[in-house]
Nanobody
Framework: QVQLVESGGGLVQAGGSLRLSCAAS????????MGWFRQAPGKEREFLAT????????LYADSVKGRFTISRDKAKNTVYLQMNSLKPEDTAVYYC???????????????WGQGTQVTVSS
């Protein structure tokens, strides 16, 4: 079992930046991919990015490529999502995820965090 706790969400103006963090605990951290999703009100959960266990592979949804960057710190058992040039349409609950399998534009994790709210004002 893996427990994931997100932090770093909040209110930001359009054009601003936020960095989300996700701390993992439980089974050994190495050996599994991690990623981020978001869900806006009335919409389905959307894949954003994933990173391989080594950190050598990073994949992004077209909607955030070039603006968001995923990274991980193995020593801290933490994955990050740096979000730049934020837009009002980025407003959503952001979820960290771990384990499972992934492809170039998809990710099916085994574990989920509880989510953190990001609100971008215009």
């Amino acid at each position: 079992q893996v427990q994931l706790v997100e932090s770093g969400g909040g209110l930001v103006q359009a054009g601003g930046s936020l960095r989300l963090s996700c701390a993992a605990s439980g089974r050994p951290y190495s050996g599994y991919a991690m990623g981020w999703f978001r869900q806006a009100p009335g919409k389905e959960r959307e894949f954003l990015a994933t990173i391989s266990w080594s950190g050598g592979v990073t994949l992004y949804a077209d909607s955030v490529k070039g603006r968001f960057t995923i990274s991980r710190d193995k020593a801290k058992n933490t994955v990050y999502l740096q979000m730049n040039s934020l837009k009002p349409e980025d407003t959503a609950v952001y979820y960290c995820a771990a384990g499972g399998s992934y492809g170039s534009k998809w990710y099916r994790p085994d574990y989920w965090g509880q989510g953190t709210q990001v609100t971008v004002s215009s």
